[in-house]
């Protein structure tokens, strides 16, 4: 049975036609995956087919690293039902493939140790020392969404997260096996009907923890010197773009990308799958052919020029946060109006593109600063009136079909949690269109 399950593995890894290898052997970047053999689902609503927008928040890892005694998460029903309360109806989670599935060695390993190390706030994550058991949750966590009528975007950062586990970061396929696995063990217990959509890696190509693929983008950095390693490797001439990745990096990204998502969707047609991307990642640049959606996120921190936001990054406790906070709502009043101007043409851009590829699009994490916290010291007000205004905005779009009100929508951001009212209001707006 073990040398089965490898051969298996190793069969769905050389069917799917990896992206790196496509760009290290001549001929193989236009091969097409072959199908996989995979069981199907029962047709239900996915994020393509939304008629009207879902008010979706990010629970990221936060859902299952904080699910322990003294946790926000500790009593999952509650959170729920105050979410619902809230007025949200879809959440995007991180579904720990990386730790779903199985070792190289073909063992799964039920639990998982978080080592926290230091004493800085989390402001995602655990804030303590603690184990955790993904498969374990998922089974009792995604039949919870579907009671309260959350919908759910799966979706994985790929981290490490503390533990002592390396291989899959470094393993070639490691991310197509991971989320294969992950979807076999959903699947076999019936709990793909309630997902929206799959989101293969956060914020692609940059934020994330798959290190091979990082690896192999370093690789890239230097085209003469690959061409050198890599001699019989397809390598046009091309030109390194001066502030961006170069063009042979963007043809991997892109290859990989695309590869990955047409070997998961031979083998789980009913799924739609995407990458999230964020203001890294110029829309020219990433082939959005193979994308069921374009989830992207944007803030008024990507305009470039807000000061005080890097300060807040840090949580640094001797800075003086009164002084901190001034900066951001001193420069927010002065230009309010050209922020808002800049924001407006991001969106459109969004939604252009996403029409442009006939896909729907949204945003899981926005819109004012990407990093704040519960201080006595920091106003959370000009948090929520980015939100209302970024809201509106995408809102004039008909393909913005999922909208998040930022990116601190968790029980542990208490300052916006607790503004029940604020979030009903917000919510009702995202969900009323259609």
């Not at 998922?138 to 981290?159: D, H, N, S």
């Not at 490490?160 to 992950?182: N, Q, S, Y």
């Not at 934020?207 to 983008?217: A, L, R, S, T, V």
């Not at 961006?244 to 083998?267: D, P, S």
Request: proline residues 4%.
């Amino acid at each position: 049975m073990m040398t089965n399950l490898k051969n298996s593995r190793r069969d769905f890894i050389k069917n799917a036609s990896l992206a790196a290898g496509a760009l290290m052997i001549p001929g193989m970047a236009n091969a097409t995956p072959q199908p996989l053999i995979g069981g199907s689902e029962s047709k239900q609503l996915r994020v393509s087919g939304l008629k009207k927008p879902v008010a979706i928040a990010m629970w990221d890892y936060s859902w299952i690293l904080r699910h322990h005694r003294y946790g926000e998460f500790e009593n999952w029903d509650k959170v729920l039902s105050e979410l619902v309360e809230r007025g949200y109806d879809a959440i995007r989670i991180d579904v720990m493939p990386q730790f779903v599935a199985a070792n190289t060695d073909d063992k799964i390993e039920t639990q998982f140790r978080n080592v926290k190390e230091g004493w800085k706030p989390s402001l995602w994550g655990n804030d303590y020392t603690m184990n955790f058991r993904p498969r374990e949750a998922l089974l009792e966590f995604l039949p919870k969404c579907e009671k309260y009528g959350i919908k759910v975007g799966l979706a994985t950062w790929f981290m490490r997260h503390g533990t002592d586990r390396k291989d899959i970061f470094m393993e070639e396929g490691g991310l197509l096996r991971a989320w294969d696995e992950t979807l076999a063990f959903l699947r076999s217990h019936n709990l793909l009907d309630n997902v929206l959509y799959v989101d293969l890696l956060n914020e692609y190509p940059n934020w994330h923890g798959y290190d091979w693929f990082k690896n192999e983008m370093n690789k890239r950095s230097d085209v003469k010197q690959f061409k050198l390693d890599h001699p019989d490797a397809n390598v046009p001439d091309i030109d390194t773009v001066k502030g961006q990745v170069n063009t042979l990096q963007q043809r991997f990204y892109n290859e990989f990308i695309t590869v990955t998502i047409q070997a998961l969707k031979g083998k789980y047609p009913d799924l739609e799958f995407f990458a999230s991307l964020d203001s890294g990642m110029a829309l020219d640049r990433i082939d959005l052919s193979n994308f069921n959606a374009l989830d992207y996120h944007v803030w008024f921190a990507h305009s470039g020029r807000m000061p005080g936001l890097d300060d807040i990054r840090t949580r640094n406790q001797t800075l003086d946060y009164r002084q901190v906070n001034a900066k951001v709502i001193d420069y927010w009043k002065d230009n309010k109006e050209s922020l808002i101007k800049w924001m407006d043409k991001r969106i459109t851009t969004i939604a252009d593109a996403a029409s442009k590829n006939n896909i729907v699009c949204g945003n899981t994490e926005g819109w004012g600063p990407i990093w704040w916290f519960d201080h006595p010291e920091l106003d959370w007000r000009w948090v929520k009136e980015s939100a209302d205004i970024c809201v509106d905005l995408a809102l004039k779009h008909d393909n913005y079909k999922f909208i998040c009100t930022s990116n601190f929508t968790h029980p542990q951001f208490k300052g916006m949690w607790e503004d029940v009212r604020w979030h009903r209001q917000i919510t009702s707006r995202i969900k009323k269109r259609g």
